[in-house]
């Protein structure tokens, strides 16, 4: 078994050496900005909304296929009914685990208050409302580092399989921890910063929704790095 090499830096260059990166972002923050907005304009517009965040979730499962395939370049942002398609079917899929993490979160919280976890009044408040959230918590990062991956062996087949992903990352994950934990918490470092550093500049309401589109696309681009070697180690 040999070690895994992922390089954060080739996946920016590989965003940026692309010709037309410009111009990519430039639909992909106009999408993210819309779906934005209608959402608070009214309810009404929660299906556009969805359809256009859809289309971005498309071009990053456009993006996987064509780094799996050995281009280098990013694929054109085209074949918008095609990219509607596949991004609604993966929005299925992260719905299903989104339901899933709900439902045990809530099962936590259930059996927390039953065991009176939230008694303001109890020596132990401090330690069983902590303990409460920090396993919710771990839960969520779970559920993420989950759907960090398995939009690759999505992306594959364009149709939502849980249990064939959740094999694979499994046994991924114990072939290579340590590489998939790290890729994953730097995906989740990017995102996060992507969001912040807008903030901090005047320009953040223009600003956030192009910076979210350019780090999902470089999060992919890494993760497609680490699933690859995974794959072939």
């Not at 499962?61 to 509607?84: A, Q, R, S, V």
């Not at 303990?131 to 939009?151: A, D, P, S």
């Not at 087949?157 to 959740?166: G, L, M, R, V």
């Not at 910063?193 to 910076?211: D, K, Q, Y």
Request: glycine share 4%; charged share 10%; hydrophobic share 55%.
């Amino acid at each position: 078994m040999k070690n895994i090499e992922f390089n954060p830096d080739k996946a920016f260059q590989d965003f940026f050496s692309d010709s037309d990166w410009s111009i990519k972002t430039g639909i992909g923050g106009l999408i993210n900005a819309l779906a934005i907005v209608l959402l608070f304009v009214s309810p009404v517009f929660i299906p556009v909304s969805v359809s256009l965040i859809a289309l971005n979730f498309g071009y990053l499962i456009k993006t996987i296929n064509h780094k799996l395939e050995g281009n280098e370049n990013l694929p054109p942002f085209n074949g918008f009914i095609d990219l509607l398609l596949s991004g609604l079917n993966w929005l299925s899929l992260w719905s299903s685990y989104f339901i899933i993490f709900v439902l045990i979160s809530g099962i936590i919280l259930f059996t927390a208050i039953c065991f009176n976890a939230f008694d303001i009044d109890s020596n132990l408040f401090y330690i069983t409302s902590s303990l409460t959230f920090i396993v919710i918590f771990i839960l969520w990062l779970k559920f993420n580092f989950i759907l960090n991956y398995t939009i690759v062996d999505f992306a594959k087949t364009y149709k939502p399989k849980p249990f064939n992903a959740i094999t694979h990352l499994i046994r991924y994950f114990f072939q290579h921890p340590l590489a998939m934990l790290v890729v994953f918490l730097l995906n989740s470092g990017l995102f996060v910063l992507s969001i912040i550093i807008p903030v901090l500049t005047v320009f953040a309401v223009f600003l956030i929704p192009s910076f979210i589109f350019v780090i999902s696309i470089i999060n992919t681009l890494l993760t497609v790095q680490v699933y690859r070697g995974v794959e072939t180690s």
